[in-house]
Structure formats: C-alpha cells, structure tokens
C-alpha cells in the first residue's frame, strides 16, 4: 500500500454525521488491502497525480443509509468509489484503467462519470465495465 490508507479507505462524513461505527473486520481490511495492491496503487502510479476516494468500505448500517445495494461489494472491502476531480478529468481515467488491462471485477461509470466505481476480488475478476 503506497498511495492509500485503510484510514482514508473506511473514512465517511455519513457514518461520522450519524454516529455510525464503520470499522471494518479483518476480512475487509484484508480485501482492501487487495484493492489498493491490485488496483488503486497501480492506477495512481500510471495517472501520476492524485486519485480521491469518495467510498471505500461500508459496513451494512451505512451502506443501507447511503442507498448501496444489499449485496455492494463495498460491504467486504472489495469496492471504492473515486474520482480525480471532473467529468472529463475522470474520463480519462476510466481510458486509463481499460489501457492498464487491471485486475477490476466491475468498474463502473457512474453518472456520467461524477465517479467511477471499481472493485476487486481474491480469485476470478470479471472485468466488467459498466455505466450507471
């Protein structure tokens, strides 16, 4: 882990606004940490500037308050949500992870690329790509 921290990976103003303990167990620190190796570092090293983590781990509680779904693969660990600042910005990053060929499960633009959501398993990825 390089880029990113589990701190930065777990952090959320929702939870904190509303006393919503997001510690994540030992699996999801682990599947984090599977992310950022896999994934999130190398994307940050190939973009060469900074890579902002909207969402990472979310545990059930907050989860259904933020409206993921039941089976959001941000509840293991698995998932983050992130974005490089605009539109256009992160557009070209989404080029970037598809370029890369990285080892996502689904990477999804979101909105119009407001964000761009990626995961990342232990085993089989997909490499789905998706918008929403």
């Known amino acids: ?9 777990t952090r959320s103003d929702t939870a904190s606004r509303l ?11 682990k599947a984090l940490e599977q992310l950022v190796d896999h994934v999130l570092d190398p994307l940050r090293s190939a973009w060469g500037g900074p890579i902002h983590v909207n969402s990472g781990y979310r545990c059930p509680e907050l989860n259904k308050v933020v409206g993921g779904t039941p089976y959001s693969q ?11 600042g605009t539109r256009s910005a992160n557009r070209r990053l989404l080029a970037l992870i598809k370029r890369l060929d990285l080892p996502v499960d ?8 407001r964000w761009i959501h990626v995961s990342h398993r232990q085993g089989r990825n997909r490499r789905l790509y998706m918008k929403f």
């Open 74 to 84: 941000h509840q293991r660990g698995e998932a983050a949500d992130i974005t490089v």
């Open 1 to 9: 882990m390089k880029y990113f921290t589990i701190k930065e990976l």
């Open 19 to 29: 006393g919503i303990d997001n510690t994540p167990p030992a699996s999801a620190v």
């Open 106 to 113: 689904q990477c999804i633009d979101e909105k119009g690329c």
